[in-house]
């Protein structure tokens, strides 16, 4: 008989784990795509959000259009920033906080909120404190090496912000009580604190249970274990040499 567990539970999308994202300040976007133009806008205001782990900023472009995007390091109310889309700009023009196709883009520059494909507005590197590095410029692509040092390519002409985002020594505070890194994880929708299955009853869990509990025992679920017993590590196709 298959168990309740609780990645099952979570995704039945119950109010016990349902993310309040209505109290979000909002999507982040560019809001505006227009090749071969430069749009300029002005950061009006910072605002706080707690599904957000950076500083956002509030930008109002010259014609009336308004954005929300992660604040880079140094921002100030009243800065200049501009969405360039140019297909081709000089190194010189080049300023932190705005944003430039990546082919345009020196090696070594530091840049955050990458789109992954031209248009979408961002998906990789918006995390707080968070960067990536252009490494180099290929046929047509661009690869990048993000903060987990791994290294990726990206079409060369999506577009990304130049600098770092705000908001790095949000780390260095500990949360010195339970209590304060549960309502963290909470309002992210972040289960927490997480137990393994060995830790659980054996009600509860296929691994849980001081019967169960033996240090040779493998954790590979049957190929047909029934829903709730699928847990563990995959069962791999064939063991041994591949010839």
Do not use: C, W
Not at 167 to 190: C, D, S, V
């Amino acid at each position: 008989m298959g168990k309740r567990l609780i990645q099952q539970r979570r995704g039945r999308g119950t109010s016990t784990y349902r993310a309040h994202s209505f109290h979000f300040a909002g999507k982040l976007s560019y809001n505006t795509y227009n090749k071969d133009s430069i749009v300029k806008g002005k950061i009006m205001e910072f605002i706080h959000s707690r599904g957000h782990s950076a500083p956002l900023m509030k930008v109002i472009y010259e014609d009336g259009r308004e954005a929300l995007m992660p604040a880079y390091e140094k921002a100030v109310v009243g800065a200049n920033l501009e969405i360039n889309q140019k297909e081709t700009v000089s190194e010189s023009d080049i300023k932190v906080g705005s944003a430039y196709l990546l082919k345009n883009i020196p090696e070594g520059t530091s840049i955050y909120n990458i789109e992954l494909t031209p248009g979408d507005s961002g998906k990789l590197v918006r995390s707080g404190g968070s960067f990536a590095t252009v490494v180099g410029h290929l046929k047509g692509m661009t690869k990048i090496q993000l903060p987990s040092k791994k290294e990726k390519l990206v079409n060369s002409n999506s577009r990304a912000f130049v600098g770092a985002i705000g908001g790095g020594a949000r780390l260095e505070k500990p949360f010195l009580k339970a209590g304060a890194k549960f309502m963290q994880m909470k309002k992210k929708n972040k289960l927490y604190p997480r137990v393994s299955g060995v830790a659980m009853s054996a009600v509860d869990h296929p691994h849980g249970g001081t019967r169960s509990l033996r240090k040779g025992r493998p954790t590979i679920a049957p190929h047909n274990a029934p829903p709730g017993r699928k847990v563990g590590m995959l069962r791999p196709k064939h063991t041994g040499r591949n010839k």
